[in-house]
């Protein structure tokens, strides 16, 4: 099958590396539906996203999605399924970032509110379009992949209680799936970014001054995670964590500036 006919699902691709994964698949020839919250022409939309995959070599598809909406869920995949019939690919990345952001005290300071955040939007919503999936990722079989993007907040200490645990959460779910699809030669795998320039931090690093020259580029991880996506030895990574450097240097991926992906420094506890 070509990567001309191959379709992917990119949750929460209106910035970050949602929409660097969904630009690289563009570069692929992958149709991608877009999905979030913000539409309209303005520069942090689905709408512009899919314009940007367009313009990549691929086809964007942009279908506004509220994740912490099961029915909005339902709905995206619904529509998946009657206009291309299959997923090769389904891209867990949405997460919702609580305001104001709950980075450091202790748990007890920030509003339960945030667990619903960063456990419902970044867990929860990753399991419930997973379900949604399986039927079209089950329709290609052997191939066919979902890809969790997670973080090293879950096995060390990072922001808060809530992050850790819903990332934790997240590769153990990736763990799990991974067992449940492997007898029809589906993959599932977490995969672990570094240091990423996404709009976020880059505004939030203005504010403070700091350095994010040595961060990756939200083009690179989503270079990086196409390439997993169809990299030969897929099955064999199937229910493990892959940090991005690493894949990166395996595959030959480097970031929309001809460099390697910035290592990170990996302070697991």
Request: include cysteine; aromatic fraction near 8%; proline fraction near 3%.
């Amino acid at each position: 099958m070509t990567a001309e006919q191959r379709v992917a699902v990119v949750t929460g691709s209106s910035r970050g590396i949602g929409r660097g994964t969904a630009i690289a698949l563009g570069e692929d020839g992958y149709t991608v539906y877009v999905t979030g919250r913000t539409t309209g022409d303005g520069e942090l939309t689905i709408d512009t996203t899919a314009r940007l995959v367009d313009e990549a070599g691929g086809r964007g598809i942009a279908v506004r999605t509220d994740h912490g909406v099961d029915a909005d869920i339902a709905a995206l995949f619904e529509r998946v399924r009657a206009e291309s019939g299959v997923v090769h690919l389904l891209v867990n990345n949405v997460y919702k970032i609580p305001d104001p952001p709950a980075w450091g005290g202790g748990f007890w300071q920030h509003p339960v509110s945030i667990w619903d955040d960063q456990v419902g939007i970044g867990l929860r919503a990753h399991y419930v379009a997973s379900w949604h999936a399986a039927p079209l990722l089950l329709a290609v079989g052997a191939g066919a992949a979902i890809i969790n993007v997670s973080s090293p907040g879950g096995q060390s200490y990072h922001f808060s209680s809530s992050y850790g645990a819903g990332k934790a959460g997240l590769d153990r779910l990736s763990a799990d799936m991974a067992v449940e699809l492997r007898p029809f030669g589906i993959a599932c795998c977490s995969v672990y970014p570094g240091s990423v320039a996404t709009e976020f931090i880059a505004e939030w690093s203005a504010k403070r001054g700091t350095d994010l020259s040595g961060a990756q580029t939200t083009l690179g991880v989503g270079r990086t995670i196409a390439a997993l996506a169809s990299a030969p030895d897929l099955m064999e990574r199937s229910g493990t964590i892959q940090w991005i450097e690493d894949v990166a240097e395996q595959l030959g991926v480097v970031d929309e500036h001809g460099h390697a992906l910035a290592k990170y420094a990996r302070r697991i506890r």
